[in-house]
């Protein structure tokens, strides 16, 4: 049996980690949603400029822009929300026939408004506007000071996947969050089987923080702790995902017809060649999870992955040991997981810089601004 068809029957949901205009327009994404078991896509900064600066797929409406006299800004909002709503009518059928919870497109919010909730709040509200789809999800940071921002823009009926969790301690006060917004949206009257959202645990970029200190620490048991990380701090995150289900807050919400903030897996790529390519997919299947892969992940997967029925729930004491175990060979887990938010933050930040930039002299030097000149 194809290990795609597996994965999803154990009720994990496959989404593609990419999005480009090349894959939009070759029907390289309605492809993978028809043949390989696709019902969602995540997008991120540094995945779109990737994209708007390899080829010629973007010229055209680079031209268009140039000759309107389209600010920087607002040219990056048209690039990549046309590229998000075009994405968003591809996966419309399966967002039908799954009542809302698949079907999805992620959309980041500026990560250079990461740390200012209002800020956070109106380009959210802008990007929800100008998709204009009901399966887009807008992305916010679990920084602090997102947290007021996603709940805000739950309560106003916009859909949102909570990206950039590292912490266990984070993710509760993300639930909390998602809890209060729906709260408030069920307070207000709105529908809420149609907002939608979930909670994006990063996965290896765990792993690589992780055996770096480890490396350093070099002693035999900090050793036999590398790799070990990331899956128990997931799987640690699927079981406070468990308890939420069963808090009284919840049935009030599930009664009312809310979809339950599904955890996500994201970063699943492996950063050390020497894991198996396909271990932060098999080592995390469990019913009601998203796993966000880029293609050549997928591909693996498809290829050799070996899908248990179930990677996470007999597996919480062991992975309470691996944080006895990181604790007792002196590597500061809430040090570690800070570091890992803040340059998750920086990192996005970065790459819309390096994109503003790029894409600023581009329409500077764009035929149709000479001419208009």
């Not at 106003?156 to 006060?173: C, K, P, Q």
Request: overall charge negative; hydrophobic content about 45%.
């Amino acid at each position: 049996m194809n290990p795609l068809n597996t994965l999803n029957d154990a009720g994990v949901s496959i989404w593609l980690d990419d999005l480009s205009r090349e894959r939009l327009v070759s029907g390289s994404l309605a492809d993978l949603v028809a043949r390989d078991r696709v019902v969602g896509v995540t997008t991120n900064p540094t995945i779109f400029a990737k994209a708007i600066t390899s080829g010629d797929a973007y010229d055209e409406q680079i031209r268009d822009l140039a000759a309107r006299g389209v600010g920087v800004g607002e040219a990056l909002r048209a690039l990549t929300t046309t590229d998000v709503r075009w994405a968003c009518d591809v996966l419309r059928p399966v967002y039908d026939v799954t009542d809302g919870v698949d079907g999805r497109v992620s959309i980041e919010v500026d990560p250079r408004l990461a740390h200012d909730t209002e800020a956070t709040i109106a380009e959210a509200r802008a990007l929800w506007w100008l998709v204009d789809r009901p399966n887009l999800f807008v992305k916010i940071p679990a920084a602090r000071q997102g947290l007021q921002a996603i709940a805000a823009c739950l309560a106003e009926g916009i859909s949102i996947n909570v990206t950039l969790i590292f912490s266990l301690a984070r993710y509760d006060e993300v639930v909390d969050a998602f809890l209060d917004g729906m709260e408030r949206a069920r307070d207000a009257g709105r529908e809420l089987s149609g907002i939608g959202s979930v909670a994006s645990f990063f996965v290896s970029r765990v792993d690589a923080e992780a055996d770096a200190r480890l490396d350093k620490i070099g002693t035999a048991q900090a050793v036999e702790l590398r790799g070990r990380l990331a899956i128990a701090n997931a799987r640690l995150a699927y079981q406070h995902y468990e308890r939420v289900l069963s808090s009284p807050r919840w049935h009030a919400l599930r009664g009312a017809g809310a979809h339950p903030q599904r955890p996500l897996w994201a970063s699943t790529s492996v950063k050390d060649p020497a894991y198996p390519d396909t271990r932060y997919v098999t080592e995390l299947v469990a019913p009601g999870v998203v796993n966000t892969m880029p293609e050549a992940t997928l591909r693996a997967v498809a290829d050799h992955g070996r899908i248990p029925v179930d990677s996470v729930r007999a597996h919480y004491d062991d992975a309470e040991q691996v944080l006895a175990g990181l604790r007792a060979v002196g590597v500061d887990y809430g040090d570690l997981v800070q570091t890992l938010e803040d340059e998750g933050v920086s990192k996005f930040d970065a790459s819309w810089e390096q994109l503003s930039e790029q894409l600023a002299e581009t329409l500077r030097r764009c035929p149709a601004t000479r001419e208009g000149n």
